[in-house]
């Protein structure tokens, strides 16, 4: 499966955005998805995870904030994040179960 993260962007403290991760060459109505991030010279940090019954989970830092969508219809998973915060400036990956990553994708918030 080919995961495509789309959304990111600037914006201010504050505000919101919807990344997407759109999945091509096969379904991941079968699969956990999640949300990582990475800044830069750090690891990657799980943000968010969806089941395939729509169990999520969050990251401490995010929870409240954050919330984790999955459209099997469509093949997507979104990763719905309000009230930004600068330290939520990272770039942003999807993974699937199947140990899929997307390309990322940038989000900065300014303060």
């Known amino acids: 499966v080919q995961l495509q993260a789309s959304g990111g962007g600037l914006v201010q403290a504050g505000g919101s955005l919807r990344l997407s991760c759109a999945a091509s060459?096969?379904?991941?109505?079968?699969?956990?998805m999640r949300w990582y991030r990475q800044t830069p010279g750090k690891g990657r940090d799980l943000v968010a995870t969806?089941?395939?019954?729509?169990?999520?989970d969050y990251a401490d830092s995010v929870k409240g904030r954050f919330t984790i969508f999955r459209d099997n219809r469509k093949n997507t998973v979104d990763l719905q994040m309000n009230s930004l915060k600068p330290d939520d400036t990272a770039v942003y990956y999807c993974?699937?179960?199947?140990?899929?990553w997307g390309q990322g994708t940038q989000v900065t918030v300014s303060s």
């Open positions: 060459g096969g379904r991941i109505s079968g699969l956990t």
């Open positions: 969806i089941t395939t019954h729509g169990t999520t």
């Open positions: 993974e699937s179960d199947a140990g899929d």
